[in-house]
């Protein structure tokens, strides 16, 4: 019986040894120590013994149990180590992909955010948004605005010209495009054309070599200063508070005929005079007019029948006003401790 148990390990260990797989190795188990297993089937003479030999045979069972039982824990820890490695195997993982952890999210530039905020607000008055070169022939950006070769009025907007492109600049101003909008688009016509513009500037903080700006178009029959003075006023009280007025005072511009400034009460002292608008109680916000004739010739728009007014100004300059920047140069900076802080 003695020799029956000894094989019943030996077998056992011999078997556990080829086996890899849990299921199988359970089986296994339940051959040898099941209720109907091979040690039990060994033990079936035990009754039989005498005192004295079943004691030893009694621990010997136990001493087969526990080799059985051992031999099939170790069995069973190597056989999920095995599986969970074969698993991962299989596995592909991307080195160059990007790490999952978050990044700090960025936002829109203080200037994205008021240019589509106003295009919004001249959306809800009908207007459509246009864009345009900011490389423009000389004839858009000068000549078809009244401003021929020889006039001095090309000396205020002094800008970049393009080599071995003779007649190519950067746009000084977005009022190109009120000539190329009139003639895609046809009156009537109500447009903003929001975008990048360039001067030729010995930078400091009021001054830098590129601006962003946003031009007006209106044109229909009858359009007259009225409407001009409206749409400020609501771009205006929108800005900086319903309690803004404005004023407009004459002031040239070749494309325009009459020309003015377009000024806005101070909305930090309401009108009385501080630092911020030099005591004067008003800021300098808007160039507008009534389009010149031969600005609307220039466009395809007969001056008989039609009439509009355009405006423009810089972004840059609200935004200023707006957050109290003192200097320009900080929006094309990419300077993340100006930018976070809007
Ligand atoms: N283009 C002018 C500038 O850059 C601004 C301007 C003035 C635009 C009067 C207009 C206007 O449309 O009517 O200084």
């Known amino acids: 019986m003695k020799e029956q148990l000894q094989h019943v390990k030996k077998d056992f260990l011999h078997l556990v040894a080829k086996v890899t797989d849990r299921d199988a190795l359970e089986q296994l188990k339940t051959e040898f120590l099941g209720r109907r297993g091979k040690l039990n089937a060994a033990m079936k003479d035990m009754a039989s013994l005498a005192q004295e030999e079943r004691k030893l045979v009694g621990a010997m069972v136990n001493e087969v149990k526990e080799a059985i039982e051992t031999a099939y824990a ?5 056989a999920s180590k095995a599986s969970l490695a074969s698993k991962a195997s299989g596995e592909w993982i991307d080195v160059t992909q990007p790490e999952m952890t978050s990044h700090p999210k960025g936002h829109l530039h203080p200037i994205t955010q008021v240019r589509e905020d106003l295009e919004d607000l001249f959306t809800s008055m009908g207007f459509i948004v246009a864009d345009g070169p900011q490389m423009e022939s ?4 000068f000549t078809a605005l009244n401003i021929p070769p020889t006039h001095p009025a090309r000396d205020m907007q002094d800008t970049f010209y393009v080599k071995g492109h003779e007649g190519v600049v950067m746009r000084t101003h977005t009022s190109p495009v009120q000539i190329r909008g009139m003639r895609e688009y046809g009156v009537p016509l109500r447009m903003i054309v929001p975008g990048r513009c360039f001067r030729n500037e010995a930078t400091d903080v009021r001054h830098e070599h590129t601006l962003h700006q946003i031009e007006g178009v209106v044109v229909d029959r009858g359009i007259s200063f009225a409407h001009l003075k409206g749409v400020l006023e609501a771009v205006g009280k929108h800005l900086y508070g319903q309690e803004t007025k404005i004023r407009l005072r004459p002031k040239f511009y070749p494309f325009v005929e009459p020309g003015v400034n377009g000024e806005v009460t101070c909305y930090l002292c309401k009108g009385d005079g501080c630092r911020l ?8 916000v808007f160039g507008a007019g009534m389009i ?7 466009g395809g ?18 935004v200023m006003l707006k957050y109290g920047i003192d200097d320009i140069r900080l929006f094309e900076s990419g300077d993340l401790r100006f930018l976070n802080q809007f």
Do not use: Y
């Open 292 to 298: 010149h004739p031969n600005v609307l010739r220039e």
């Open 74 to 78: 170790e069995a069973i820890e190597m």
């Open 138 to 141: 000389d004839f858009f950006n």
């Open 277 to 284: 608008c030099k005591k004067s109680g008003w800021l300098e």
């Open 301 to 318: 728009v007969d001056p008989q029948t039609h009439s509009g007014f355009a405006f423009g100004f810089g972004l840059m300059r609200l």
